[in-house]
């Protein structure tokens, strides 16, 4: 009996201590949670799961479990539901969707309206393992089954379009012209690294949570500067910046001034799982920086956070986030405009072209392009964060565009650095992602060659639109007036030609037996369209005249130009003649002998071909359709005196006299 009673005290001795140490793993959890903490709250969630059975069970009352805590004073902790769904939200916000996935599944499986959600986050987890087809079937069974109208179901629709953006991306025809590579490992250590900053010359800063023995254990992973030497692609010499980074207070997100002497940076804290976030200012001193001064009120307004600082080239213009109440929602873009000195005189939001009811973050400008590059959560993209970009300056934006697949992911893409100085504004970039990492950003070097831009056209006739073949073309640059290519067009009248960067141009085109045309050739909206067809250009054929014809019985009185009542018959026909054709215009022409002078004589066959007009015009013949000429004697069709110099009358009679030549048909 003594043996029985011995076995049974050491049984339950043994069930006491796995209880308590069962429910410290899940009180850690719990306050490691409630922190934020979320890769200690994953370590003793999986703790206190592993030491649970295999299988979530629904919460049930269990009679042995006041054992766990005899004597101990207890706080309530999560149940065995709760800390599944916990764990997947620990992973999400960690970044590993892998991990997340298969918990959120099991949270689904249990009481579906304790944990809503669970459907949403485990489409969003399998959107970013790439499983497209499963994530869009994950997201309609959570709309099917989702009552409320708010923002995961407007997400979750929005994640539906992502995924018919993601499948176009990834069917892209120049995705050859990409070269995507993770940099050097020692940039990408253990950690986040991240926020880039070129610095003068072939110096690079970053913000990282690398092991650092030079703090204490307790603050290994918080966010500090760091700089290295940069050259061909490689990173050495990595130290932390020389500026004071107190234990315990997080530094990143930093941007310098064009002359190197001021640096602006993020510093934070994190209080009860609360962030808190300001910009701060750092002078140069010596190879190092004074210490931070927090920017006045305009910048860093009460009761916000104010993050990731970008400086415009004009050294006065501070780009930056804030999720002050008075912005479009979450974290918008706002600006501020500095004096030397690096202080606010006025601050203003950017705008709701650029900013949305979601989140807008980590601002950068490429100067050579006048493009806004940012990351944002809240349009169709590949996912997460995505990076877009709108070309234009403040107070004049235009729409942003998604940078599309590789440069964006389907995990989060956020904070952009280009080296660039021309029009290739993927030339050489830094970007923070997580795209190969299972819980942090990294940084990833971008490049895309940037193919000659391909422009193309056509040359017509204007008269029955069929190509015209061997038409010569010049390619007129207007900006710098010089001609920058010569062709003639092919038998189907097109030419084609490959510049660099579009331009304003000029086509001119000509051909035999045609009149000189041209065209203007504009740059495109979107300068990085990789080929555009200039508007057709169509040449209208030269018509030699006819011969003239004589109006026969045109009379005028003597050394006048009124007409005759006898005229009127034969110019009634040609009145006729041109109302039968509506398209055809005529030149009136009016002659005389060689009696009197040279200049009345002008002056009488001018006046005549007008009157000739003028009847015209009152038959209702338009007069843009007719012009009139005097030639006087100076065309004679037969000689005025005979060879003895005796005079001509039959001549004489025959030069005076009114026609008219068809100039168009």
Avoid at 117 to 129: D, E, F, K, M, N
Wanted: hydrophobic share 35%.
């Amino acid at each position: 009996m003594k043996k029985i009673f011995f076995t049974s005290a050491v049984l339950l001795s043994g069930m006491v201590s796995y209880a308590q140490f069962t429910y410290n793993y899940l009180k850690a959890a719990d306050q490691y949670y409630s922190k934020e903490d979320y890769n200690s709250a994953a370590t003793y969630y999986e703790k206190y799961l592993g030491s649970r059975t295999k299988t979530v069970k629904p919460d049930t009352y269990k009679p042995y479990a006041a054992v766990s805590v005899p004597k101990n004073k207890t706080v309530k902790v999560s149940s065995e539901q709760q800390a599944v769904y916990k764990l997947a939200e620990s992973y999400r916000n960690l970044h590993n969707y892998g991990k997340a996935a298969p918990y959120y599944e099991s949270a689904m499986e249990m009481d579906k309206t304790s944990f809503p959600l669970a459907a949403y986050y485990y489409a969003v987890s399998l959107r970013a393992l790439a499983k497209y087809e499963d994530a869009a079937q994950a997201f309609r069974n959570f709309l099917n089954n989702y009552t409320s109208n708010d923002k995961f179901s407007e997400a979750a629709k929005r994640e539906l379009q992502n995924l018919e953006f993601i499948t176009a991306q990834l069917n892209k025809k120049d995705l050859s012209e990409y070269k995507v590579s993770k940099a050097p490992a020692a940039l990408n250590t253990t950690g986040a690294s991240y926020a880039p900053v070129w610095n003068s010359g072939s110096n690079l800063i970053f913000t990282s949570t690398r092991p650092d023995s030079s703090f204490q254990k307790n603050h290994t992973y918080i966010n500090r500067l760091y700089t290295g030497d940069y050259e061909a692609g490689q990173i050495s010499n990595i130290r932390l910046l020389k500026l004071n980074q107190p234990e315990g207070l997080h530094q990143g997100a930093a941007c310098l001034s064009p002359d190197g002497q001021l640096l602006f940076l993020t510093r934070w804290h994190i209080d009860h799982g609360k962030k808190t976030s300001a910009i701060y200012i750092a002078r140069k001193n010596g190879d190092g920086w004074n210490e931070p001064v927090l920017m006045d009120a305009l910048v860093n307004t009460a009761g916000n956070n104010t993050q990731q600082p970008y400086l415009l080239g004009d050294g006065k213009t501070l780009l930056y986030a804030s999720d002050r109440a008075d912005g479009y929602g979450g974290f918008d873009l706002w600006y501020a405009t500095l004096d030397e000195t690096g202080k606010p005189l006025q601050a203003a939001n950017l705008g709701n072209v650029i900013n949305t009811p979601g989140n807008e973050q980590s601002p950068f400008y490429h100067a050579a392009t006048g493009t806004l590059i940012f990351s944002a959560d809240n349009r169709i993209g590949m996912g997460g964060y995505d990076f877009f970009s709108s070309k234009g300056n403040i107070g004049s934006w235009k729409a942003p565009v998604n940078m599309g697949y590789p440069v964006n992911s389907v995990k989060d893409d956020i904070y952009f650095a280009s080296r660039s100085n021309n029009k290739n504004l993927l030339d050489e970039v830094l970007l923070g992602t997580d795209r190969a990492a299972a819980c942090c950003l990294e940084l990833f070097f971008v490049h895309k060659n940037r193919p000659l831009k391909q422009l193309s056209g056509i040359v017509i006739s204007c008269d029955n639109q069929t190509p015209l073949a061997g038409a010569a073309i010049n390619i007129i640059d207007t900006v710098n007036n010089k001609v920058i290519f010569t062709q003639q067009t092919n038998t189907d009248g097109s030419y084609a030609f490959t510049v660099e960067d579009y331009l304003p141009l000029k086509a001119i085109a000509n051909a035999n037996g045609y009149t000189t045309n041209s065209q203007q050739i504009t740059v495109p909206l979107n300068e990085d369209t990789a080929a555009i067809t200039a508007p057709v250009l169509c040449l209208t054929k030269i018509v030699t005249p006819e011969a003239p014809v004589v109006l026969e019985n045109v009379y005028y009185d003597f050394n006048k130009a009124t007409l005759q009542e006898a005229s009127f018959a034969s110019l009634d026909k040609l009145a006729d003649l041109l109302a039968a054709n509506p398209s055809m215009h005529i030149e009136l022409s009016a002659h005389t002998d060689s009696k009197g002078k040279a200049a009345f004589n002008q002056r009488l066959s001018e006046a005549r071909a007008k009157s000739c007009v003028e009847y015209l015009v009152s038959k209702g013949i338009e007069s843009s359709r007719l012009t009139y000429i005097g030639y006087g004697a100076t065309q004679p069709v037969a000689p005025n005196t005979l060879e003895d110099g005796s005079d001509n009358p039959e001549g004489r009679q025959k030069n005076r006299r009114t026609a008219f030549t068809i100039i168009k048909k």
